[in-house]
């Protein structure tokens, strides 16, 4: 993926996924338009020279796409690039998603994607 230009998301394929810790998360995308506006855990994802990345953080949010959009804004500021996961849960209370969310990154920690 080296080198790799995204002129327009919309123009991607509808179905991108990408495996957390046995989790299926829509993405990784470097828009917050291809995120949904649901409740669920977002994926912070470091773009690492050579192709490679590495899960940053991973968080549960009320509204995926609105929380994409701040960590796209701010990372995009400090020069890091990140893309964006989403793994969708209807309703998803903070307690639950937080408790998921804090699992997922333990066992992410040190494997790269």
């Not at 002129?7 to 957390?20: E, K, N, Y």
């Not at 810790?21 to 020279?49: N, T, Y």
């Not at 903070?94 to 408790?99: D, F, R, V």
Request: with cysteine; net charge positive.
């Amino acid at each position: 993926m080296t080198g790799l230009k995204i002129r327009d998301p919309r123009s991607l394929p509808t179905t991108l996924s990408i495996s957390i810790a046995g989790f299926d998360f829509d993405g990784p995308f470097a828009s917050c338009l291809r995120c949904k506006e649901d409740s669920g855990i977002l994926a912070i994802i470091e773009f690492k020279p050579g192709g490679n990345f590495a899960v940053m953080n991973l968080y549960q949010s009320a509204n995926i796409r609105s929380s994409a959009h701040l960590e796209l804004s701010y990372y995009a500021q400090s020069k890091i690039r990140v893309l964006v996961a989403a793994f969708y849960i209807k309703d998803c209370s903070a307690q639950i998603g937080s408790n998921l969310a804090t699992r997922l990154l333990e066992s992410t920690s040190l494997l790269p994607l």
